[in-house]
Structure formats: C-alpha cells, structure tokens
C-alpha cells in the first residue's frame, strides 16, 4: 500500500520536474514475470524505474538489511518490505 501510495504522488511530481524520457515502456507485459535490467549509473535509477513502471516492481536487496535486530532493524525490515524489496543472500557464491 506505500509502494502504491509513493507511485501515486511522486511519479507525477518526478514527471513534471525530471521530465525523464521512457524508452520501451510498451514492451513491458502488463502481467506475468519480467525482468527489468538498468544499467545501474546511479542509485537514482532504481526510484526512477520503480515509479514510472508501467506496473510495480520488486528490487532484490541483501539479506542483512533485514537482519538487524532493534528499534532500526524492525525500520529498515517495514521499509524494505514496503516497498517490495526481496532479500537475497549474497554470501554464498551463487546469491551474488
């Protein structure tokens, strides 16, 4: 429900400041798997992606951001899992 909130009020406002070209948006199947690939130039890339997807989108993160314990680890978990994030572990060979 953020994720979908933060879509709703910060794509137009991205719009109309960034004013960001989308190349290929219609290849995008509306339902089924995707995987979308940036060519990751800046951290930037992942909140532009996420808010101009024609539908929403799941980020893989490591695992150790839902791993801390406290006050800051139940935060970081609510706002990972918010907005979708996947944790991955990145430990063994075959997660990185």
Do not use: W
């Not at 910060?10 to 290849?27: D, Q």
């Not at 509306?30 to 909140?47: C, E, M």
Request: glycine content about 8%; charged content about 20%.
């Amino acid at each position: 429900m953020l994720y979908s909130l933060a879509r709703l009020v910060l794509a137009p406002l991205l719009r109309l400041l960034c004013r960001p070209v989308v190349r290929g948006r219609g290849n995008v199947a509306r339902r089924g798997a995707v995987i979308l690939a940036s060519n990751h130039l800046s951290f930037i890339d992942r909140i532009v992606i996420a808010l101009l997807a024609p539908r929403p989108v799941h980020f893989l993160a490591r695992d150790e951001y839902f791993a801390d314990s406290g006050l800051k680890g139940a935060l970081l978990r609510g706002f990972f899992t918010a907005f979708g994030r996947i944790p991955v572990d990145r430990r063994a060979h075959r997660g990185a």
